[in-house]
T-cell receptor
């Protein structure tokens, strides 16, 4: 079983739609949680950190459920420019700041 | 935000040659640098973690004699793919951390093609 699992998609949605991605992690020692965005043939870029209390950044909302070991990302009012692969990332306690990446969920927003 | 550069951005080489990739933190001191590899349609896989002035820690299945990592200063780490073969063709990405937070700053990646 992979340490971080995501539905690979693709999610094909129209502009303006709301879309949600889910991610589960298997290691209960995971300490920090992130969503990264990766465009084709580019490096991943930090979208937002995820906190237990949930956090929002504009159209993006991230939630963390430690009991279920589950992380979500909600994108409202999708834009064409949101088309990318979204990577769920965790780091482990006592693992030297090492990040473990999920396989990514591909989003395609269409006109 | 913090900037990390990689050089070269792409390289094509013949099988059997060695290729060196540089990773630099431009505006901060990186106590730790990470090297990842990403094959098409797959996620990033950590290859090794390096701390300045010490030997790199390699992930299971990554040959340390094939992928030589040097982290000689707080702003530079290098990855050398020795005797490259076509199966080493991949997207190699470095990241750097100052150690003050969990945040890793990623370089733009190097696309290696071995013929």
């Amino acid at each position: 079983r992979k340490e971080v699992e995501q539905d690979p998609g693709p999610f094909n949605v129209p502009e303006g739609a709301t879309v949600a991605f889910n991610c589960t992690y298997s290691n209960s020692a995971s300490q920090s949680f992130f969503w990264y965005r990766q465009d084709c043939r580019k490096e991943p870029k930090l979208l937002m950190s995820v906190y237990s209390s949930g956090n929002e950044d504009g159209r993006f909302t991230a939630q963390l459920n430690r009991a279920s070991q589950y992380i979500s990302l909600l994108i409202r009012d999708s834009k064409l420019s949101d088309s990318a692969t979204y990577l769920c990332v965790v780091s482990r306690r006592n693992a030297g700041n090492m990040l473990t990446f999920g396989g990514g969920t591909r989003l395609m927003v269409k006109p | 935000g913090a900037v990390v550069s990689q050089h070269p951005s792409w390289v094509i080489c013949k099988s059997g040659t060695s290729v060196k990739i540089e990773c630099r933190s431009l505006d901060f001191q990186a106590t730790t640098m990470f090297w990842y590899r990403q094959f098409p349609k797959q996620s990033l896989m950590l290859m090794a973690t390096s701390n300045e002035g010490s030997k790199a820690t390699y992930e299971q299945g990554v040959e340390k004699d094939k992928f030589l990592i040097n982290h000689a200063s707080l702003t530079l780490s290098t990855l050398t793919v020795t005797s490259a073969h076509p199966e080493d063709s991949s997207f190699y990405i470095c990241s750097a951390s100052s150690g003050e937070t969990d945040t890793q700053y990623f370089g733009p990646g190097t696309r290696l093609t071995v013929l």
